[in-house]
């Protein structure tokens, strides 16, 4: 075998963490160059951070074989192919069951990064209970590009829920908004919780309605920012912290100090090109 040839084959592949990362120099970030090796370790280093969120969680997949640049897809179900140190849960359908991924450790996080798994969007319930909530999130998804307006709705959103005795916590999306989320003991389900978040979106609404809409449709909600609690209900999914987006940038949905808003300018102020600099100083 001539050494062209092997420099060719070692091209093909290479081991992180013990996980076989295929085609290692494809761009999956255009923009920023960043490669599919890149972004296998940048979970390899965040897996500290990430697996406590992921673990015994179902979770969409959201994949881009051919980069961020073209169209990517959501996966649900666990392929057959999988490893069996893929974990899988039986969820139920309304057609009947099926297995669905979690991440539980550092192979199945990486074996799935090698997947063109790009970004992790996980169920508000765990696999103990999956009909019944431990998290309530508020996305607030902005109409313009405001994001002093944005951050003014998120502390509205926080002061109405001190006012009911829930500390809640901060996250920007990595894309263009915040999340505004919350623990919960599980013991009610999802119906019940989600009409609860949508009752005090509606008060919200009511008492600042220049300033928040409940309206879906996008062309409906004027320059408003779009209090959604949707994402409240039996297999819908919020993204998983820490993970990247698939956006120019290569944002990072990143948890936030309430103290940190006023510096925060967007929400993907946080990135692939910064994040490691931020944990660093907070660690520090």
């Avoid at 893929?86 to 991440?103: C, H, L, N």
């Avoid at 901060?170 to 894309?175: A, E, I, R």
């Amino acid at each position: 075998m001539t050494k062209h040839r092997k420099k060719y084959i070692k091209k093909q592949s290479m081991k992180i963490s013990g996980i076989e990362i295929s085609h290692p120099d494809k761009i999956l970030f255009p923009e920023g160059k960043i490669t599919k090796s890149d972004v296998a370790r940048y979970y390899d280093k965040m897996a500290g951070h990430i697996l406590p969120v992921l673990r015994n969680r179902p979770l969409t997949l959201e994949r881009f074989p051919e980069g961020v640049q073209r169209q990517g897809f959501f996966q649900k179900h666990a392929q057959d192919y999988f490893p069996d140190f893929v974990e899988r849960v039986t969820v139920k359908t309304k057609e009947g069951t099926v297995e669905e991924v979690m991440v539980n450790n550092r192979e199945s996080l990486l074996y799935l990064v090698n997947q063109s798994a790009v970004t992790f969007h996980i169920w508000l319930s765990s696999k103990d209970h999956l009909e019944k909530p431990d998290k309530v999130i508020f996305d607030l998804d902005p109409s313009e590009e405001d994001f002093g307006k944005l951050k003014r709705g998120a502390r509205l959103l926080k002061d109405a829920l001190e006012k009911k005795e829930i500390q809640p916590q901060l996250m920007t999306s990595g894309k263009r908004g915040l999340h505004v989320f919350y623990p919960i003991i599980p013991d009610k389900g999802f119906d019940e919780v989600r009409r609860e978040a949508k009752g005090l979106a509606e008060k919200l609404v009511e008492a600042h309605p220049n300033l928040f809409t409940l309206e879906v449709r996008k062309n409906k909600r004027g320059d408003k920012i779009f209090l959604d609690t949707l994402r409240n209900a039996y297999g819908q999914t919020g993204v998983c912290p820490y993970s990247l987006r698939p956006n120019a940038s290569a944002g990072v949905a990143t948890p936030l100090e309430w103290s940190e808003l006023s510096r925060v300018s967007s929400g993907h102020q946080y990135s692939y090109k910064n994040i490691f600099r931020r944990l660093a100083a907070k660690n520090a």
